[in-house]
């Protein structure tokens, strides 16, 4: 069965804005199969919620996704942007945090050729460059194995 488009909008647009107990109100009353849809360009809540700096959103989508989170925390948009590009190109370094202790893929280039780690450099968000460079391993992108964390979901997925 599809999923209802205007709800997939509805859904993005709550991520994007920040409006955290509506998009609640929606997967409540619908299904978080909502959360993984893709708007025209590409884009998740995820994606969205991430660009924008709603951390709460973040990890209420993180949370409600549960282990199938880490299909969705690499998805790449049609410019190959990921969440983690766009937290870090804004310089949202607690998104970036939490994206990364979920298991994102810091390697994964945009259509570009950048890592989230060159969009952070390319505006000025030296802070967040630190972090990153500070627990990527520059290997395999994700976290540094030296780093004691506790990453329940590294990315498995595409």
Not at 53 to 71: F, N, P, R, T
Not at 77 to 85: F, M, V, Y
């Amino acid at each position: 069965m599809a999923l209802d488009k205007e709800i997939v909008s509805e859904v993005i647009a709550c991520a994007r804005f920040g409006e955290l107990d509506e998009l609640k109100s929606y997967i409540d009353q619908y299904s978080a199969a909502y959360l993984v849809e893709k708007d025209e360009y590409g884009n998740t809540a995820l994606h969205m919620a991430s660009a924008n700096g709603h951390l709460e959103i973040v990890e209420y989508i993180i949370q409600k996704l549960g282990s199938s989170a880490s299909d969705i925390i690499n998805a790449q948009n049609d410019s190959g942007n990921t969440a983690l590009h766009w937290s870090a190109l804004n310089g949202h370094q607690t998104i970036v945090e939490v994206l990364i202790t979920h298991g994102v893929n810091a390697k994964i280039k945009n259509t570009a050729g950048r890592t989230a780690i060159s969009e952070a450099q390319q505006n000025g968000h030296e802070q967040t460059v630190e972090y990153l460079l500070s627990v990527v391993d520059p290997t395999n992108g994700n976290e540094n194995p030296e780093e004691e964390k506790d990453v329940n979901m590294v990315g498995t997925g595409e």
